[in-house]
DNA sequence: AAAAAACATTGATATAAAACAATGTTGAAT
DNA sequence: ATTCAACATTGTTTTATATCAATGTTTTTT
């Protein structure tokens, strides 16, 4: 798989998780002692489908998709950046995965044993309450994606997940994607050729720009308004 | 609305949740003074969509169903019978209700000040743990349902829903479903003259029984075929 | 540098499912 | 008891979207 050391100083990790703050120092040398940094490389799996949870995953570097994997067809269901706990609802629940997440880039993972994690919650409420609003907020994101797919067309939907990667995940109007246009697709749950097909609309009739992956909202209020529209 | 009345004693109430039992009396006590007891009629409105989340609800007694509104059709997430809580995650999150809740029959809902369970949920981490694994197995539900949606065609989807009515919700063959066909259509993500066809298509073939909205399953076998392959 | 593989594009065709329409049935309200 | 409204059913038509197909363009491999 892939080459990994043990974490030498999480108090001073540049990358360091905020619900770190909620935990005494000691509690971060366990974790501290238990976390294995695991470099991925582009395309690897981080966790697999189907899978026992035997660690936290902490993404400390790097880029990764989460998404379902279907008999015909995945479903992406978020990218997640830098500095994030990748997949913490698994650990309180059956403590199977229910997702793969795979690295979109070369990426440094911390993995912790899953029971310190549990531990550490079970003795530090602070601590288990950021945990549990993480997953709270997964929840709301899963819920805004389900009535996405049920209730929009391709167009509405495709113009909800560009603005969505502008204003959420890049944070810029001006974004290197790092997906192909068939993880384009399974992100926004359609076909690929019609994502093709309906971003070079897109492209035509001046809404965004594109320049292989990297994409540019050049007029946003018409992506929201055909969005809203569905 | 509907009427209401003051909790008078969680300990004994046939009808307790079970994390209940990981807080210290004194604190019980607090939720009781704090708990008012709503009788909502069947077809009211238990939280709206959009609105601020002031309560954390309890189903002691009934049935409703949680669902997400859209703009032409709205999509039935879960229904939940009595000694459950309903919406929790609304509470972690960012306290708006991103799904309305109707009662399904006449139901009495215990309404908690947030703020309390909040308070307790920070001072009893044993009591927190319980409500967020509550949470991460609705993320997870979620996620199964996700997929059906995404995944599966009409038939497959139908069968799916028809055997967990059967074997999560009713645990019995044989089940009255408080649910139109629109309703069922909803729950299944179709249109409701669709799920009618396929209803009566199981009907004929002998896979399940209909009697207005008695529904019986007669070949789960078969059922749960149609639902793997999709 | 050449070959192979993965990725992207565009048009034509097929199809699953929604929408429309018409009619029957049940249940609630007066 | 009668009327009205909500619910259920069945057949027909339309449409959004996937699938198929052909070709071009990058990347990666050797």
């Known amino acids: 798989m892939a080459k990994y050391k043990q974490a030498n100083n999480c108090k001073t990790c540049p990358y360091k998780s905020y ?13 501290q002692n ?12 981080i966790c697999k ?55 979109l880039e070369d990426s440094q ?3 912790i044993n899953a029971n310190i994690i549990l531990d550490l919650a079970k003795n530090n409420v602070e601590y288990l309450f950021e945990l549990t609003k993480n997953i709270s907020d997964a929840t709301n ?11 929009k067309q391709l167009r509405g939907r495709l113009a909800d997940v560009m603005l969505h990667f502008s204003e959420n995940v890049f944070e810029s109007d001006r974004f290197e994607l790092k997906l192909t246009r068939k993880e384009i697709a ?15 609309e897109y492209k035509k009739d001046g809404i965004i ?11 946003p209020e018409i992506l929201r308004k055909i969005g809203e529209l569905g």
Chains 1, 2 share one sequence.
């Open 141 to 151: 994101f899963v819920y805004k994606k389900i009535i996405d797919i049920n209730q």
């Open 19 to 31: 619900s770190l703050t909620k935990l005494h120092e000691s509690d971060v040398d366990l974790i």
């Open 34 to 45: 238990s976390c294995l940094i695991v470099n991925f490389k582009k395309g690897e799996n």
């Open 49 to 103: 489908q189907g899978t026992e949870v035997t660690h936290a995953l902490y993404l400390a570097k790097g880029s990764v998709k989460l998404f379902i994997e279907g008999k015909n067809k995945n479903l992406i269901l978020k990218l997640v950046n830098e500095s994030k706990y990748i997949g913490l609802q698994s650990l309180f629940g059956d403590r199977i995965y229910n997702y793969t997440i795979t690295a």
């Open 209 to 219: 720009g594109i320049d292989g992956r990297i994409f540019t909202i050049k007029q």
């Open 186 to 200: 399974e992100y926004s749950a359609m076909s690929m050729e019609n994502t093709v097909r309906i971003l070079n």
């Open 109 to 111: 993972v911390c993995m």
